[in-house]
């Protein structure tokens, strides 16, 4: 499957973004998705799963109460909605598939997005 993330950018802290990520090759309700992000001199870190039915979420606590996943399984496309952003959130945000169960670690993922760039500003 090839993964195609967008709808970074630049807001202020407590605004707005959603993301896109856009899959397409193989059948898209058979993955499990997940988000995950990555600043400057920062490990890869998780921030959100959904399973292949789109009626499990799991978030980190970082997160929790602020970003919403879901998905479109007609439309081959998993969303990150982030509201009352910090500027903690910058990061480059990527989007990963994988055949067998969510993971909160990126080893469980086998295929991943190019990233999309979401900076905060306070």
């Known amino acids: 499957v090839q993964l195609q993330a967008s709808g970074g950018g630049l807001v202020q802290a407590g605004g707005s973004l959603r993301l896109s990520c856009a899959a397409s090759g193989r059948t898209f309700s058979g993955y499990a998705m997940g988000w995950f992000r990555q600043a400057p001199g920062k490990e890869r870190e998780f921030v959100a799963a959904i399973n292949w039915s789109g009626f499990s979420m799991y978030y980190a606590d970082s997160v929790k109460g602020r970003f919403s996943i879901s998905r479109d399984n007609a439309k081959n496309t998993v969303y990150l909605q982030m509201n009352s952003l910090k500027p903690e959130d910058t990061a480059v945000y990527y989007c990963?598939?994988?055949?067998?169960?969510?993971?909160?670690?990126?080893?469980?993922?086998?295929?991943w997005g190019q990233g999309t760039q979401v900076t905060v500003s306070s």
């Open positions: 990963a598939a994988t055949r067998g169960d969510h993971s909160s670690s990126h080893r469980g993922y086998g295929y």
